[in-house]
């Protein structure tokens, strides 16, 4: 019995510092971002913030809406989702991004503007998630995804999830056929702490929005150790109870 507890324990000893040391094996996302397989298996962070701030009408200065985020725990961001709620009409008059330390996520710009339609959508608010992963694609071409077609209007405001715009192009000039490139992905693994900022602008006149809300859903990854000392803890767990069974 010495020897097997002794080989058990040598075993175990090995695999803390395995764990300890090992880079784990990376995963991919829906739009190339490679971030830790332990991001499968964390605590999310939800925020919401209050703002019911109007939108300046054909206005390109806009509006900036700035929140600290504060959890002193956490310090990598695994994946980050964003809900926006908008009132108002005529959604594709909108441009707006998300910045946060070096990262930068284009969400709107000018939904529904393709060859033909230099408006874009004139469907009004949303009340949606972002997630590079959403099943629904492209926010850009939301009512071709909906409808099956770009002139089918919303009977209310948006809602669901959508990948966000993502395209860099100049809204004057922006289309769906533009390359993306400004994903929520930017911001993995930078640390979430800090000032998050939303910027919104209504760029052509004629209709007019309003800000509700907005809030960052926040995915954690932890620490490779605190990983591996939840793997050993459960070998030491498992050991013991079989040990004291045979008792």
Known sequence: MKTKTFLTFTLISGLCSSALAQSFEPVTNRVGQSFSALAQTLTQVITNYAVNLPI??????????????????IDRIGDVNV???????????????????????????????????????GDGGMDIKFDDSAANGDIHTYRLKLSGSHSASLSGALSGSWAPDARTADSSLVRDTDSRSAFLNSFYTLDPNGKWSLFLADLAPGGTSTLDSWGLEITIIPEPADWALMVVGGFFLLFASRNWKKA
Do not use: M, Q, W
């Not at 009408?57 to 929140?67: F, L, P, Q, R, W």
């Open 83 to 121: 809900t926006l709620k908008i009132s108002g009409n005529f959604n594709g008059d909108l441009f707006g991004f998300l910045t946060h330390n070096s990262g930068y996520s284009v969400l709107l710009n000018r939904v529904g503007r393709i060859a033909g339609n230099d408006l874009g959508y």
């Open 56 to 73: 300046p009408d054909n206005n390109a200065s806009g509006i900036i809406s700035t929140k600290d985020f504060v959890a002193p725990s």
